[in-house]
């Protein structure tokens, strides 16, 4: 099969087109220079031409915190870049997978959050990141909507590499302690996403490494994994200002892959291991 995959400089796109490799597909991956993907003439010219079966739409702005005062951009990427896609999805008959995020839900509670429970974003990136899932609904019935947090992979920048950048240069550091949830893989995320394309058990879906920390036990264990001693401090999101307001719960509850047949995701721990390994070469 042949797939468009967006975004293929960030982690996931990256990783989305090695896995569609590893299997034999093939995958055709742009970046803005090749479709910029808020020009709906480029996002016409390009898809009309390439011959695909499916999008793989990984492209997106994620500077969460920037997203605040870069508003009109934020959205224009992530919400009228995305109906742009699915537009052409619509005209040629072509499935998508948009990554969205757990930001589009209000991030109170304990409870995991369910695929279908209302969406209340806090920030300027989860509500651009809500208006695109409205955008594949709107135009798409053969469509896969898959929520992740915490991401990391090799392609990029991540909590884990600033923890790491943090350890050249002291031997202290102070991680926010409440906010909940659970790191994703991009590795691991992209074989789930192309088992998914491989199907049509189209939906919403929830999909991040298995178990839950705080940032402050993610950064715990990111020291103890990589055997470098520091000394790491809880601390409250209050004594931690960020421009953009961050959900306290991102739980999400992911039965819907089993009920669905697809595999979970491996714990995050594991996870974080083999991701070590290749970065630390």
């Keep these: 099969m042949r797939?468009?995959?967006t975004g293929v400089k960030g982690q996931l796109g990256h990783d989305v087109m090695d896995e569609l490799a590893l299997r034999g597909h093939q995958g055709v991956g742009v970046d803005v220079e090749e479709m910029d993907i808020t020009d709906a003439q480029a996002v016409e010219r390009?898809?009309?031409s390439v011959q695909v079966d499916g999008v793989?739409?990984?492209?997106?702005?994620?500077?969460?915190?920037?997203?605040?005062?870069?508003q009109d951009l934020c959205m224009k990427i992530n919400a009228d870049g995305t109906e742009n896609i699915c537009r052409m999805c619509k005209k040629l008959d072509l499935p998508v997978m948009y990554i969205s995020t757990d930001y589009v839900f209000d991030g109170e509670g304990e409870?995991?959050?369910?695929?279908?429970?209302?969406?209340k974003p806090l920030n300027v990136y989860g509500q651009s990141k809500y208006l695109g899932e409205l955008a594949v609904q709107k135009y798409l019935e053969k469509y896969y909507i898959v929520r992740i947090a915490w991401v990391f992979g090799v392609n990029g920048n991540n909590f884990i590499k600033a923890m790491l950048n943090?350890?050249?240069?002291?031997?202290?550091?102070?991680v926010v302690s409440d906010q909940t949830g659970s790191p994703t893989y991009t590795r691991d995320l992209a074989v789930l996403?192309?088992?998914?394309?491989?199907?049509?058990?189209?939906?919403?879906?929830?999909?991040?490494?298995?178990?839950?920390?705080?940032?402050?036990?993610?950064?715990?264990?990111?020291?103890?994994?990589a055997g470098?001693?520091?000394?790491?401090?809880?601390i409250s999101s209050d004594q931690y200002p960020a421009k953009a307001t961050r959900p306290h719960n991102s739980r999400m509850n992911k039965d819907k892959l089993e009920e669905k047949g697809f595999r979970r995701l491996p714990p995050w721990q594991d996870a974080l291991g083999r991701y070590l390994e290749i970065i630390r070469g």
């Excluded at 702005?61 to 005062?69: I, L, N, P, S």
């Excluded at 943090?166 to 102070?174: E, G, H, L, Q, Y």
């Design 46 to 48: 390009v898809m009309s």
């Design 111 to 119: 409870r995991p959050w369910e695929p279908e429970d209302e969406k």
């Design 56 to 70: 793989i739409h990984c492209a997106a702005y994620t500077a969460v915190d920037a997203a605040e005062d870069n």
């Design 193 to 225: 996403l192309v088992d998914m394309m491989e199907t049509d058990r189209y939906g919403v879906y929830h999909a991040t490494n298995e178990g839950i920390c705080n940032w402050y036990e993610f950064a715990k264990e990111i020291f103890a994994q």
């Design 228 to 234: 470098i001693q520091m000394e790491v401090t809880p």
């Design 166 to 174: 943090k350890a050249k240069t002291t031997n202290r550091v102070s």
């Design 3 to 5: 797939f468009l995959v």
